[in-house]
């Protein structure tokens, strides 16, 4: 059966002759301008890692589950019950629109920087927690984990925002003075402590880990109305030309 599963290659396909790299840089300036969000560029060899191999927080092929409201949603592998890595009990907390997904690389390769602001992030709560775990930003946008892990001392832990100590080595000094003076803002890390770790007098324990390496119990149900893979075909079959002329539309 044919699908509209929305790959990689249709987003390459006559990209980068079609760039107007001037115009994108201008356009990037003025929207920084008037963004209250931070903004950085990724690195090449991230993008590859971060879209082209499209794996979760596991590092392994994300699975893909559809709706009517998003297009596919991309979740943890550990969902995927045809394949030897399912997990009936744990995920990791990935969760993106692959649509949204898919144009913010296709607005990365024609070099506008990340925004910490990105307007589709505000739909989704597990979409906002995952890009601000994986590119290190934060907004005020709503975030949560798919589920909150318990820590040592059985209660459930907290998330919080610290800012990333880069380690200045000397022979990276240079570089890193480039990048931090240009387009290299602060990174913010995502973490979950203990609820207790900054309170006095009482229990509390060490537990902490960040939000991309963090394991959460698997939950019961999907945030969004989940439709079989024929509905959603037959829906989109209809669309397919809007989601085309989405896709052509750039983010700012
Ligand atoms: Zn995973
Ligand atoms: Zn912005
Ligand atoms: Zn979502
Ligand atoms: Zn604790």
Redo the contacts with the bound molecule.
């Keep these: 059966m044919a699908k509209l599963d929305l790959t990689t290659e249709y987003i390459l396909k006559g990209l980068t002759e079609k760039t107007d790299r001037e115009a994108v840089k201008g356009k990037d300036h003025r929207h920084q301008k008037q963004c209250e969000g931070t903004h950085f560029r990724v690195e090449e060899s991230d993008l590859v890692s971060y879209f082209e191999t499209l794996?979760?927080?596991?590092?392994?092929p994300?699975s893909r589950y559809y709706t009517l409201e998003y297009g596919a949603i991309l979740?943890?592998?550990?969902y995927d019950e045809t394949k030897p890595f399912f997990n009936p009990r744990f995920?990791?907390?990935?969760h993106v629109h692959e649509i949204a997904w898919l144009r913010l690389y296709e607005q990365l390769l024609q070099g506008y920087t990340i925004c910490s602001r990105l307007v589709e992030l505000r739909a989704c709560p597990l979409f906002n927690f995952t890009y601000c775990a994986l590119f290190k930003v934060h907004n005020d946008y709503p975030s949560v984990p798919v589920g909150l892990p318990t820590c040592f001392c059985r209660k459930p832990i907290k998330m919080v925002h610290e800012q990333q100590v880069i380690k200045k080595q000397q022979d990276t000094l240079l570089k890193y003075l480039e990048r931090t003076s240009i387009d290299q803002p602060n990174k913010i890390i995502t973490n979950f402590i203990c609820a207790n770790r900054n309170e006095q007098g009482v229990t509390k324990c060490d537990w902490m880990n960040s939000a991309d390496l963090s394991v959460f119990p698997k939950p019961k149900n999907k945030l969004h109305s989940q439709v079989d893979h024929s509905t959603y075909h037959e829906y989109t079959a209809s669309l397919k030309l809007d989601v085309s002329a989405y896709l052509a539309t750039t983010l700012f």
């Design positions: 794996t979760c927080f596991c590092k392994r994300v979740e943890c592998a550990s995920v990791c907390g990935f």
